[in-house]
């Protein structure tokens, strides 16, 4: 595409950004800001607010449901000046990215009218219910199952990993409706309220003392027969709408995160004289390399969202991106590492115990490590969520590639 855009999204580029200067804190966007605990504090806690009295979280959603209708073109041009400046953009990850647009895309008018205002106005938190311990890879081995009870689906079973279950107001929730089926035919999609006696959350504690994983068990859990979206045994499709979202990043800025990043370990390589070495030059040159395949990607899929065509070659992007971004991820981390030598092993993050903070939300974390550090630990679990980089190459193989489907164990 022509890397100019059309003055329209010009136009709207500079209401973006003077909303932003009218709304972020004094001074952030000079390079030395920084903001003590109580600001940070503070921020968190305003922050949210304001995007939502902006109405930008999920601001292409269509009016009728509360969003602002935003063009392509224009939710191209609000996450770039967001990315641009570092604004934090998000409400709730697991409404305004997962289940949302898919109970836009799957879900019953009555659904929509009655979820999406929510999401839009952060009043309902969300998690994620698909892992099982049987049932991570081979999703559709799911055992968690649903029965019918007049207006009601009764709920048992296990879910596990659960992000964010401590915290969310409803899960979107994978059973089996129908045990008589083959495995990925019997599938429902529920959304079942989580402050419910049915509902048991056992928190699984990480090393660095946080827990914001959970094991959630369900033992006659309830929700209205209606709470189905997509239509009854149909949970595998709406159930790879969801995934599809949260595999895939936004086109045109995911790679500014990254190239941020890498130009800060550029900068610590430069500083510490580790740039003269040949070895760590040629990595990060390569990746350098990965992160503006992701922008050219980006811009490519752009194009042909826009122009309405259809690009072979951005359908096969779709399936590789995930695997793409986050090995990448995973492998510039250890690069970051390899850069920064023994002070990279230093904790110098902030910390705080008292925090109320949601990253500190249950006053444990004692692990303090700064944003690359984190990056690095987080990094580790990029290759894994929303389906492993192996799985994405089963997924290359059998579905861009037409390879022979791998076999599968005798029963
Ligand atoms: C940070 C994080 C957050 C998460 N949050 C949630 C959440 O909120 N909700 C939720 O439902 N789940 C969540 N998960 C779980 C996640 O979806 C699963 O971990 C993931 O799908 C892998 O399943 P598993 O852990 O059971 O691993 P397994 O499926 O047991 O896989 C183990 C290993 O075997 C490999 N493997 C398995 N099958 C194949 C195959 N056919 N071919 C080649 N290799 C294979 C895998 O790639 C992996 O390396 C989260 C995971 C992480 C790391």
Redesign the pocket.
């Known amino acids: 595409m022509d890397l100019d855009y059309p003055a329209e999204a010009e136009e709207f580029r500079l209401e973006i950004r003077a909303w932003l200067n009218e709304h972020l804190p004094e001074g952030w966007d000079e390079a030395d800001h920084s903001m003590n605990d109580e600001e940070r504090e503070s921020f968190n806690i305003e922050w949210p607010k304001k995007l939502f009295s902006g109405g930008w979280i999920c601001a292409s959603w269509p009016t009728e449901y509360g969003g602002k209708g935003l063009s392509t073109m224009q939710a191209v041009v609000l996450n770039e000046e967001f990315a641009r400046v570092g604004a934090p953009m998000r409400g709730d990850f697991f409404g305004d990215t997962l289940v949302g647009p898919t109970i836009l895309q799957w879900g019953s008018e009555e659904q929509k009218k009655e979820f999406l205002p929510g999401i839009l106005r952060g009043q309902i938190r969300w998690?994620?219910?698909?892992?099982e311990p049987e049932a991570?890879?081979?999703?559709a081995a799911l055992q968690c199952k649903a029965e019918l009870d007049g207006d009601e689906w009764v709920i048992n079973g296990q879910?596990v990993?659960?992000?964010q279950a401590q915290d969310a107001d409803y899960v979107f929730l994978l059973a089996r409706t129908d045990p008589d089926v083959s495995k990925h035919a019997g599938i429902s999609y529920l959304l079942v309220p989580m402050d419910q006696e049915g509902v048991e959350i056992r928190p699984i504690e990480q090393v660095d003392g946080s827990g914001e994983?959970n094991e959630v068990f369900f033992s006659n859990a309830r929700c209205p027969k209606d709470n189905v979206v997509g239509g009854l045994n149909n949970g595998w499709k709406v159930a790879m709408t969801t995934l599809g979202f949260e595999r895939g990043t936004s086109a045109t800025t995911s790679y500014r995160r990254f190239e941020t990043e890498l130009n800060a370990i550029i900068d610590i390589a430069k500083e510490n004289g580790k740039i003269d070495d040949p070895i760590i030059r040629q990595r990060l040159a390569v990746a350098h390399t990965k992160v503006k395949l992701m922008q050219i990607n980006g811009l490519r899929s752009l194009t042909a969202r826009l122009n309405k065509t259809r690009d072979p070659g951005v359908a096969a992007l779709g399936a590789t991106n995930k695997m793409f971004w986050s090995e990448y991820h995973r492998d510039v981390m250890e690069l970051y590492l390899d850069v920064a030598g023994m002070p990279g092993q230093i904790l110098d993050g902030y910390f705080d115990a008292d925090s109320k903070d949601p990253n500190h939300r249950r006053g444990k974390a004692n692990y303090p490590v700064n944003g690359l550090q984190a990056a690095f630990f987080f990094s580790r679990?990029e290759t894994?969520?929303?389906?492993?980089?192996?799985?994405q190459r089963?997924i290359v193989g059998e579905r861009v590639l037409g390879l022979p489907k791998?076999p599968k164990p005798p029963k």
């Open positions: 998690c994620q219910g698909f892992s991570g890879s081979d999703l879910k990993w659960t992000t994983f679990s894994i969520w929303g389906g492993t980089a192996e799985i089963n791998e």
